[in-house]
Structures are given as C-alpha cells and as structure tokens.
C-alpha cells in the first residue's frame, strides 16, 4: 500500500471512531455499552488493517 493510501485509511479510520462517539454522544449510550462497541471496531480496524498489510493468519476483509 503507498503512503498516500495509508493516509487516507488512516483518515477513514479516524472519521469512523469520531462518528461512532459522536453518536454514542448523542444517543445518551452507557459506559460499559460504549467500550464493547470501541473495542469493536478497534478489533475490527486491526483485522482489516493486518490483511491489508498482507499478513493473512486471522483472515482477509476485502473492500474491493
């Protein structure tokens, strides 16, 4: 991946952690709720970020 690409998932990624607490925000979400679903997408953000690496052990999300 170029470093340009890696700028713009990293900026993608960042808008969605932003969004998801925003809404979280919004919608009043408790604690213990709100880090289940951080934990989440951080888990799901290192998945996809490792296949796109090119390491292929825990699987492969592709977005093509």
Do not use: H, K, N, Q
């Amino acid at each position: 991946m170029s470093l340009i690409g890696l700028l713009v998932a990293l900026l993608i990624i960042c808008i969605v952690l932003w969004a998801a607490r925003a809404l979280m925000a919004a919608f009043s979400i408790e604690d213990p709720i709100r880090t289940v679903i951080y934990v989440i997408l951080v888990i799901l953000i290192l998945v996809w970020l490792l296949g796109v690496l090119g390491y292929g052990g825990l699987g492969s999300i592709r977005l093509r």
